[in-house]
C-alpha cells in the first residue's frame, strides 16, 4: 500500500506528516506501507524549512534530508490513499485529477479518531511563522496521523 501526503510547497506540513507517518507505520509493525509527500505548486529540490526541522526534530526525527518534490499524475496513480493539508488541495486534485476522489482525505479529518469526519478543517500552513507555530502544527500532527494509522491497521481506509 502506498500513502501520499500532499500540501502546497512540500516544504513544511507534509514532511513533517511524511516523517511522522513513516515512524509511526515502522513502530506498528506496518513498515510494508509506502509513504511519500509532494507539493501542489511544484517546487523540487527544497529543503524542508528550518522551523519544520528543528520542530520533529524536537520528538527525534530528522527531515534534514528532505528535499520538496512537485506533485505528479503517475504519484497519485500509485497511491491508495492521499492525505491532503487543507480543501484548497482537494480542490486543486479534484480539478486536475478527478479520479480517486473516494480515497483522498484532510489529514484533520482523523484528528477525532479513527473514522475519517467530513467536516474537518484545514492544517493551517506556518510557512514564515515562527518555530512556536511549528510546534503546534507537529502536536496536531501527531494526534491526527496516530488515528490514521489506527484507521490503516483496522482497514477502514484504504484498498
Request: aromatic fraction near 4%; glycine fraction near 8%.
Amino acid at each position: 500500500m502506498r500513502v501520499l501526503v500532499i500540501c502546497s510547497g512540500n516544504i513544511c506540513r507534509s514532511p513533517m506528516v511524511e516523517a511522522y507517518l513513516r515512524q509511526r507505520l515502522s513502530r506498528s509493525e506496518m513498515a510494508h506501507v509506502v509513504v511519500a509527500s509532494a507539493g501542489t505548486l511544484g517546487i523540487n529540490g527544497v529543503p524542508a524549512s528550518s522551523e519544520a526541522v528543528e520542530a520533529m526534530g524536537e520528538i527525534g526525527i530528522d527531515l534534514t534530508g528532505h528535499r520538496s518534490k512537485g506533485l505528479t499524475a503517475p504519484d497519485l496513480r500509485a497511491s491508495e490513499i492521499v492525505l491532503a493539508m487543507d480543501h484548497e488541495h482537494l480542490e486543486y486534485l479534484a480539478a486536475r485529477h478527478p479520479e480517486g476522489r473516494d480515497r483522498r482525505y484532510l489529514i484533520r479529518a482523523f484528528e477525532k479518531g479513527p473514522e475519517p469526519r467530513a467536516d474537518a478543517p484545514d492544517l493551517f500552513d506556518p510557512v514564515g511563522r515562527p518555530v512556536e507555530v511549528f510546534r503546534k502544527q507537529r502536536d496536531t500532527i501527531r494526534v491526527c496521523i496516530d488515528h490514521v494509522v489506527l484507521a490503516l491497521k483496522h482497514g477502514d481506509i484504504g484498498p
